[in-house]
């Protein structure tokens, strides 16, 4: 697994939790295609508010948020009751285990959320390939 600490020098930034099986899947996929990528783990190094903003913008908080996951149901009914993009943008920054993982956000701008191969090889070049 590929892991450089400048996230300029690739094409690809995956963000997730490293010890999801959802994203050893993903970075398995990345690694077997060559696709260069810097990891972020956002349990360990946190997420930022604008970057959750942006990409909420984008596709949508809705699309963002992991319904199904042990974090979502261990929240009260209130703090399941989000009705905004702020609400939860907060509850995600909260609680990083409830975004989706992994998103993948390429340098042209562009989010693809959950691990789909037919979707990886539509849209992420691999390295030293012309985009």
Known sequence: ???????????????GIKNCDTMKKALAWLDEHGVSY?????????????????????????????????????????????????????????????IRRPVLETAGGQLLVGFDPALYASLVTPAGAPE
Request: with cysteine; proline share 4%; glycine share 6%.
């Open 38 to 98: 810097h990891f972020h783990d956002y349990k360990k190094s946190g997420i930022d508010s604008g970057r959750l903003h942006a990409w909420s913008k984008a596709i949508g908080w809705k699309t963002l948020i992991n319904t199904r996951g042990t974090t979502w149901r261990k929240l009260t009914p209130e703090q399941q009751a989000i009705d905004t993009q702020s609400a939860a943008v907060q509850l995600m920054q909260a609680n990083p285990s409830l």
């Open 1 to 15: 697994m590929q892991d450089n600490r400048a996230p300029t020098a690739h094409a690809v930034t995956c963000y």
